[in-house]
Each structure stands twice: as structure tokens, then as C-alpha cells.
């Protein structure tokens, strides 16, 4: 008898599945389908905004870091270039004597001042 009740069983299980559902019961599922699939897009779509907004935040830094470096940069080769137009001009004015060499060096020092501050303003 038990042999006999399996297969009756297993017919009715297959039998369910191929039965149509009423159409209040599909557009039931239809609509928490529809709500589901709804539901999945809108996380999508928050966890795709989320993403490209720290993408935006880490290019944004990336930026600062590069604009900070090259300021850095653009200091660093003012001020060796004020360095050594200064040593040049007074190694010129070693060629003067008295009150002469004096106030050679003197524009010397003033324009290696200039060149400082112009500088200073690469590093901000």
C-alpha cells in the first residue's frame, strides 16, 4: 500500500504545478514582482550614486594632492632660481670696488628679496 500511495502523491504534486492561478492571485504577484524588481533598481541605483560620489570625492583629492605638489614644485625651482641668480650677481659684483661693489650687492640682496616673495606666493 505504500508503494501504491508514492506515486498517487508525486501525481498530485506534479498536477498542482501546471494548474493556472486565478487572476487575482497573478496580478498579485505580478504587482509584488513588479515591487521587487522596483525595489532592486532603486538600491542599484543608491549604491551606484554612493559609488560614483566616492569615486568623485577620491579624483577631487587626487586633484588637491597634484595641485599641492606642483605648487611645492613651482616653489622649489623659484627659489633655486632666485638662489642662483643671486650668487651670479654677486659673484659680478666682486668685480667692482668700494661704494660701487657695495651697492652692486646691496640690488643683489633686494632682488633676491623679490624673487623670494614672488616665491612664496607659488606656495600657497
Known sequence: MKTLLLPILAAFALAGCNT?????????????ARQDAAQEVNVARRDAAEERAEANREVADQRAESASVA????????????????????????????????????????????????????NR
Open 20 to 32: 493556472a492561478e486565478s487572476p487575482s492571485e497573478v496580478q498579485r504577484d505580478v504587482r509584488d
Open 71 to 122: 605648487a611645492e614644485g613651482a616653489y622649489d625651482v623659484a627659489v633655486a632660481q632666485a638662489k642662483g641668480t643671486h650668487e651670479v650677481a654677486i659673484e659680478r659684483c666682486e668685480a667692482l670696488a668700494g661704494a660701487d661693489q657695495e651697492v652692486c650687492k646691496e640690488a643683489a640682496d633686494d632682488a633676491l628679496e623679490l624673487a623670494m616673495d614672488r616665491a612664496a606666493t607659488l
